[in-house]
T-cell receptor, first 114, second 114 residues
Framework: DAGVTQSPTHLIKTRGQQVTLRCSPK?????VSWYQQALGQGPQFIFQ???????QRGNFPDRFSGHQFPNYSSELNVNALLLGDSALYLC?????????????FGNGTRLTVT | AQSVTQLDSQVPVFEEAPVELRCNYS??????LFWYVQYPNQGLQLLLK??????LVKGINGFEAEFNKSQTSFHLRKPSVHISDTAEYFC????????????FGTGTRLLVSP
């Protein structure tokens, strides 16, 4: 049973560029959340997708956008990259129906902006 | 809004010694509480969770935590640590309603030496 998979594992971009990160949820999960983890910090919530809609959003600018596909996979897009966007981006999946479902995290995408 | 404070950024301990990692939270409403572990270059793995009921919660790898509502704490403990427990530990909280994000602390690095 595959867990949460993210691609790519590492990425280097230049300031001003755009980036797309991808996530496949754990089998049976229908909800995907994205978190940004800066070096030495705890993860910060970006947004959550369920039924192909953004259900909740954290304190991130509109440069951060996302999408969820019918197969529950998800993309995170970041436009006009800034040096401060350098971080580990974590995708987490869960099952919305049937009570409290803990988040299952992928290994993340390490984004470096130069 | 909820917040989580992990009082110790780093906890050094010798192998086979007991350890306690401290976590305090702030919330005006009922919450769920979680502990996650992060090994180098990996995502977060759920150690244990408190949803309701018994305030002593047992998790994987011999860890346990106790929910104390009056002190708004959720400290993590292990009676005897191993070298392999060296990792970053994150306490997290979420509201017990709807599509709610996880709010993480800044993490505690547990360093186990022989």
């Amino acid at each position: 049973d595959a867990g949460v998979t993210q691609s790519p594992t590492h990425l280097i971009k230049t300031r001003g560029q755009q980036v797309t990160l991808r996530c496949s949820p754990k089998s049976g999960h229908d909800t995907v959340s994205w978190y940004q983890q800066a070096l030495g910090q705890g993860p910060q919530f970006i947004f959550q997708y369920y039924e192909e809609e953004e259900r909740q959003r954290g304190n991130f600018p509109d440069r951060f956008s996302g999408h969820q596909f019918p197969n529950y996979s998800s993309e995170l897009n970041v436009n006009a990259l800034l040096l401060g966007d350098s971080a580990l981006y974590l995708c987490a999946s869960s099952l919305t129906s049937g009570g409290v479902s803990p988040l299952h995290f992928g290994n993340g995408t390490r984004l470096t902006v130069t | 809004a909820q917040s989580v404070t992990q009082l110790d950024s780093q906890v050094p301990v010798f192998e086979e010694a007991p350890v306690e990692l401290r976590c305090n939270y702030s919330s005006s409403v009922s919450v769920y509480l979680f502990w996650y572990v992060q090994y180098p270059n990996q995502g977060l793995q759920l150690l244990l969770k408190y949803l309701s009921g018994s305030t002593l919660v047992k998790g994987i790898n011999g860890f346990e935590a106790e929910f104390n509502k009056s002190q708004t704490s959720f400290h993590l403990r292990k009676p005897s640590v191993h070298i392999s427990d060296t990792a970053e530990y994150f306490c997290a909280v979420r509201l017990n309603t709807g599509f709610q994000k996880l709010v993480f602390g800044t993490g505690t690095r547990l360093l186990v030496s022989p």
